[in-house]
């Protein structure tokens, strides 16, 4: 399992805009489950419906957790991605 860590910096918090693109990363990733944590709550980030349910807003931290088979490679890009969308915690 690997694990990303997150941190909203971008004003707007986690819009439908950033969710899709989150989403369609995460079904790209056929070998792998990809999971969203925020505090208590989780989202499987292959469900567009799950990640709309969650609330992210600017300033918050969360956790995006990747395993399966090709979990490096999958690892990779999503830190790529969320670098873009200035959501990695650095």
Known sequence: MK???CKVNNGTGVTSRISAELVAEANRAEG???TL???D???D???IMNMMSLV???GQEFLVRIEGSDE???YESFASLLQDLRLLNQ
Do not use: P, Q, W, Y
Request: glycine share 4%; hydrophobic share 40%.
């Open 41 to 43: 709550n989780t989202a």
């Open 45 to 47: 980030l292959k469900s």
């Open 72 to 74: 490096d490679e999958v």
């Open 56 to 58: 992210i807003r600017d």
């Open 32 to 34: 792998c489950d990809i």
């Open 3 to 5: 694990e990303l860590h």
């Open 37 to 39: 944590v925020l505090g």
